[in-house]
């Protein structure tokens, strides 16, 4: 696996194509004269401080670019571009998502869930306790900010049982934390992870093509 750092890629992005990607996206007239005139300005702007852009084309930075083998055991593996060889690396995080050479997303479910409760932590200081917001707000609120957060890249997860458990156990319902007004226990504790294990599940589905 190789993640690739691309140098000035939104500099060196053809604009002709672009135009017509939302041409095709039906965004065309006044609206698209507008977009191209944002960049047309720019480009004049470029030349005005006598530093004019390069030619299109995409240029890979190899300092900024790792490589990985996906095995339990350590294999080594050359990779050159450009007569330069990249760094192999154990763990590399893309998108925020954590990557781990033997190929296990444990470390990643474990930073998820680090995440959600510094996500619920602020909620709890921010929303739950405030009596001004009722109970369907803070529960929309929850489904739109914790859940996500909690569940973010899980499209790449393994989901065993133990994981399964380990993120359920999780919710905020059966930890510690005082949910005043109770976000998730009033409510429905079930709903609170059918919110979770829905696009858990979802994708399980998606995978084997059932619906």
Request: glycine residues 6%.
């Given at each position: ?21 939302l041409?095709?996206?039906g965004?065309r007239?006044?609206?698209?004269r ?19 852009g ?9 300092s ?10 350590k ?23 954590l ?12 930073r ?8 619920m932590r602020s909620?709890?200081r ?86």
């Amino acid at each position: 696996m190789c993640f690739v750092d691309l140098e000035k890629a939104f500099d060196r992005v053809p604009r002709g194509i672009l135009w017509e990607v939302l041409w095709e996206y039906g965004v065309r007239g006044p609206l698209l004269r507008a977009v191209r005139s944002l960049y047309n300005r720019s480009r004049s702007l470029v030349r005005i401080a006598s530093s004019e852009g390069e030619a299109a084309g995409m240029r890979v930075s190899t300092s900024k670019s790792d490589a990985m083998v996906l095995d339990r055991k350590k294999v080594a593996c050359t990779l050159q571009v450009g007569g330069e060889v990249l760094p192999q690396v154990e763990e590399f995080k893309y998108l925020g998502v954590l990557f781990m050479s033997e190929g296990r997303m444990d470390h990643e479910i474990d930073r998820r869930i680090g995440a959600a409760a510094a996500v619920m932590r602020s909620m709890y200081r921010s929303v739950v306790v405030k009596k001004e917001l009722s109970r369907k707000a803070k529960l929309s609120i929850y489904q739109s900010i914790y859940v996500p957060t909690l569940t973010y890249g899980h499209e790449l997860w393994v989901m065993t049982e133990r994981m399964r458990v380990k993120i359920l156990t999780f919710l905020p319902h059966r930890t510690h934390v005082p949910l005043e007004l109770s976000i998730l226990t009033t409510t429905s504790p079930r709903l609170a992870v059918t919110m979770v294990t829905k696009p858990l599940t979802s994708r399980g589905s998606r995978a084997t093509g059932s619906n």
